[in-house]
Nanobody
Framework: QAQLVESGGGSVQPGGSLTLSCVDS????????MGWFRQAPGKEREGVGW???????DVAGSMRGRFTISRDNTKNTLYLQMNNLKPEDTAMYYC??????????????????WGKGILVTVCS
């Protein structure tokens, strides 16, 4: 089992930045594909990106160059650094564990575990 807790969400103006964190208090981070997905109101889930145990990572095309995924295994923490945020980035953001890497940059992310999510609102 994995217990994932996200933090760091909130409201920001367009062009601003936020960093989301995800702590897993019970699961060995370094062994798994970890990632993020999001879900905007009235829309389907959308993969944001992934990072593997070798610290290779990728994000979905629309977020590439603005979002970065990283991890600190010593702290069991996954991060999502979001820069130049746009109103269309408004969504609930979820941390994911034991994911299917190729799916995490698509509209159909697949994972075994996920957190409760945290809200990110981008508006002026």
């Amino acid at each position: 089992q994995a217990q994932l807790v996200e933090s760091g969400g909130g409201s920001v103006q367009p062009g601003g930045s936020l960093t989301l964190s995800c702590v897993d208090s019970e699961y060995p981070y370094s062994r798994y594909c970890m990632g993020w997905f999001r879900q905007a109101p009235g829309k389907e889930r959308e993969g944001v990106g992934w990072i593997d145990s070798a610290d290779r990572s990728d994000v979905a095309g629309s977020m590439r160059g603005r979002f970065t995924i990283s991890r600190d295994n010593t702290k069991n923490t996954l991060y999502l650094q979001m820069n130049n945020l746009k109103p269309e980035d408004t969504a609930m953001y979820y941390c994911a564990a034991d994911c299917a890497i190729a799916s995490m940059t698509t509209d159909h992310p697949v994972m075994d575990f996920w957190g409760k999510g945290i809200l990110v609102t981008v508006c002026s």
